[in-house]
């Protein structure tokens, strides 16, 4: 900047360190501002692992039932549990209903007849994390009025737990999908 310009601009009653970009102070404390702010986002964020983790995993579904036998217009419960087998912490949803895949004894697959409750999208609060070694278990039932079974048959039920894409969730979890071994019951 010439002589020129700094009397010009002392003329017009400016402070000269207010004028066309402040003073190197200024801007040093502007940089320190951030440069503390910055630190202290990635602090909390490796501190707490939000981002990093949950979505691999290792997972194992089971299913046990409470009865080999049903009536035509009875139900069964299933016990459905879903366990962490892997060596880290890990993120899941809750499955919805529909866990269930029932097959005849021609390996067809049963239609579910019953109901089919609304639900509201999944968001990072529904997410549950499993640490190594521990579960998460829910009871379902099969009940005789909502499955197209018949009597005097023998079937195989599974538990499945599919997961991905969730729009709303932006967290990591496990995604993927997983079938228990299947396990039989008869209707009379």
């Known amino acids: 900047m010439s002589n020129c310009d700094v009397e010009a601009r002392k003329k ?8 066309k970009g402040g003073s190197k102070a200024h801007r040093g404390v502007y940089i320190f501002v951030v440069v503390v702010i910055v630190l202290t986002v990635l602090i909390i964020v490796s501190t707490r692992g939000l981002i990093f983790w949950g979505g691999d995993g290792e997972l194992v579904l089971t299913l046990t039932l409470d009865s080999s036998t ?4 009875g139900s069964i419960t299933c016990h459905y549990k879903l366990t ?3 060596p880290s912490s890990v993120r899941i949803l809750p499955p919805f209903w529909g866990g269930l895949r029932i097959v005849d004894s021609n390996d067809s697959a049963v239609e579910y007849q019953g109901p089919v409750a609304d639900r509201k999208p999944y968001q990072n609060d529904d997410l549950i994390v499993l640490r190594s070694g521990e579960s998460w278990s829910q009871n379902m039932h099969i009940d005789g009025h909502n499955w197209a079974l018949a009597v005097n048959e023998t079937y195989r039920v599974s538990a499945v737990y599919t997961m991905g894409g969730e729009s709303e969730v932006w967290l990591p979890y496990w ?3 997983i079938s228990s ?3 039989e019951f008869m209707v009379h």
Do not use: I, K, Y
């Open 181 to 183: 071994r299947a396990v």
């Open 70 to 73: 049903m009536t035509l217009n």
């Open 175 to 177: 995604q993927g999908s």
């Open 84 to 86: 962490n087998v892997g």
């Open 12 to 19: 017009d009653g400016e402070p000269f360190s207010q004028q």
